[in-house]
């Protein structure tokens, strides 16, 4: 059978699956070549990340196709239920890049915390001849033990970066309408383990206590954050989003910076992906990445794996 990984896949997957017996297509198809490419090669199971959707057409065209599988956690860029109705077989790697996700927002908050984003920008074009002025102005940094880190979302993503936060000495306080508890295991080592028991608590409540925000929530028809949760906050929190574009409203996420409410931000997602706005690009209290939350070598080798197995499992 033929597996065509349109958006790639790592050699760990790549490997597996050959051993099994299946032929892997490392070949990126356009979108609009996708349907023709799937039919003339007999495609058995497309593989995609984020850039490559996967709707109707797709599905009501490709009599071949017997699995989509998405490396990754979210797959809005696929019509999951459609494709089930029509007996596909829609897989994904929910917990394989939690970790990287979690230490991609943490390489945010201590960079913000002490204008890393800023200093690394300045630091090149003018570090020679302002130093001393560079130095002023970033020696107003604050640590983040002992403040309060709110997770808004509690799944896999949000537990990893809760147990981060715990490492370093954080308050975690979280927010998720589908749990009420978990004990989260914070492993060391020397095989040596903690446990913690969090009780999740309302949104506001979060909002009001953290000094800190991190997301981890699906896409939503509306914002998670506004205006309103902005007001709520208290005045100088930083709000991370390494989720979905569109869970923050970056109009207003602006305008809580410009009035001083909050004191920085830091995206990896953006709503208008693969052209952020350019009054994001440009702000000096964002810290910006381009939605690389689960760009690590270790991911990527675990989302190959695990898609490998999947696919194996059900088509053996």
Same mark, same amino acid.
Request: with cysteine; glycine share 8%.
């Given at each position: 059978?033929?597996?065509?990984?349109?958006?790639?896949?790592?050699?760990?997957?790549?490997?597996?699956?050959?051993?099994?017996?299946?032929?892997?297509?490392? &070949?990126?198809?356009?979108?609009?070549?996708?349907?023709?490419?799937?039919?003339?090669?007999?495609?058995?199971?497309?593989?995609?990340?984020?850039?490559?959707?996967?709707?109707?057409?797709?599905?009501?065209?490709?009599?071949?196709?017997?699995?989509?599988?998405?490396?990754?956690?979210?797959?809005? /860029?696929?019509?999951?239920?459609?494709?089930?109705? !029509?007996?596909?077989?829609?897989?994904?790697?929910?917990?394989?890049?939690?970790?990287?996700?979690?230490?991609?927002?943490?390489?945010?908050?201590?960079?913000?915390?002490?204008?890393?984003?800023?200093? &690394?920008?300045?630091?090149?074009?003018?570090?020679?001849?302002?130093?001393?002025?560079?130095?002023?102005?970033?020696?107003?940094?604050?640590?983040?033990?002992?403040?309060?880190?709110?997770?808004?979302?509690?799944?896999?993503?949000?537990?990893?970066?809760?147990?981060?936060?715990?490492?370093?000495?954080?308050?975690?306080?979280?927010?998720?309408? %589908?749990?009420?508890?978990? /004990?989260?295991?914070?492993?060391?080592?020397?095989?040596?383990?903690?446990?913690?028991?969090? &009780?999740?608590?309302?949104?506001?409540?979060?909002?009001?206590?953290?000094?800190?925000?991190?997301?981890?929530?699906?896409?939503?028809?509306? %914002?998670?954050?506004?205006? !309103?949760?902005?007001?709520?906050?208290?005045?100088?929190?930083?709000?991370?989003?390494?989720?979905?574009?569109?869970?923050?409203?970056?109009?207003?996420?602006?305008?809580?910076?410009?009035?001083?409410?909050?004191?920085?931000?830091?995206?990896?997602?953006?709503?208008?992906?693969?052209?952020?706005?350019?009054?994001?690009?440009? /702000?000096?209290?964002?810290?910006?990445?381009?939605?690389?939350?689960?760009?690590?070598?270790?991911?990527?080798?675990?989302?190959?794996?695990?898609?490998?197995?999947?696919?194996?499992?059900?088509? &053996?």
């Amino acid at each position: 059978m033929k597996v065509l990984a349109n958006d790639g896949i790592a050699t760990s997957g790549v490997m597996e699956l050959e051993a099994a017996g299946f032929s892997i297509d490392l &070949n990126t198809i356009p979108q609009d070549q996708l349907v023709e490419y799937i039919n003339k090669n007999e495609i058995s199971v497309l593989l995609v990340r984020s850039a490559t959707q996967v709707r109707k057409d797709i599905i009501d065209n490709c009599p071949s196709l017997k699995i989509i599988g998405r490396g990754g956690v979210g797959m809005d /860029n696929i019509d999951v239920d459609y494709a089930r109705e !029509k007996g596909l077989k829609v897989i994904n790697t929910p917990a394989a890049s939690s970790h990287s996700v979690a230490e991609l927002v943490f390489a945010h908050l201590f960079g913000m915390v002490r204008f890393l984003h800023e200093s &690394n920008r300045n630091m090149p074009l003018e570090g020679d001849t302002k130093f001393k002025q560079f130095k002023k102005s970033y020696a107003k940094g604050i640590e983040l033990r002992g403040k309060t880190l709110g997770v808004i979302g509690f799944g896999r993503i949000g537990q990893a970066t809760a147990k981060i936060a715990l490492g370093l000495g954080m308050k975690v306080v979280a927010f998720d309408p %589908y749990l009420d508890s978990v /004990n989260l295991e914070l492993q060391f080592f020397d095989h040596q383990a903690l446990f913690f028991q969090i &009780n999740t608590i309302t949104k506001e409540e979060v909002l009001k206590q953290s000094d800190f925000i991190s997301l981890h929530v699906p896409s939503q028809k509306e %914002y998670v954050i506004s205006t !309103k949760e902005f007001e709520i906050m208290k005045d100088g929190a930083f709000i991370v989003n390494a989720a979905r574009g569109g869970v923050i409203d970056e109009v207003a996420l602006v305008k809580a910076i410009e009035s001083g409410k909050i004191a920085g931000g830091a995206l990896d997602v953006f709503e208008k992906e693969p052209t952020p706005e350019i009054q994001l690009l440009m /702000n000096p209290a964002l810290s910006l990445t381009p939605h690389i939350g689960a760009a690590t070598g270790e991911a990527q080798d675990r989302i190959g794996t695990e898609l490998a197995h999947q696919i194996i499992e059900i088509l &053996n």
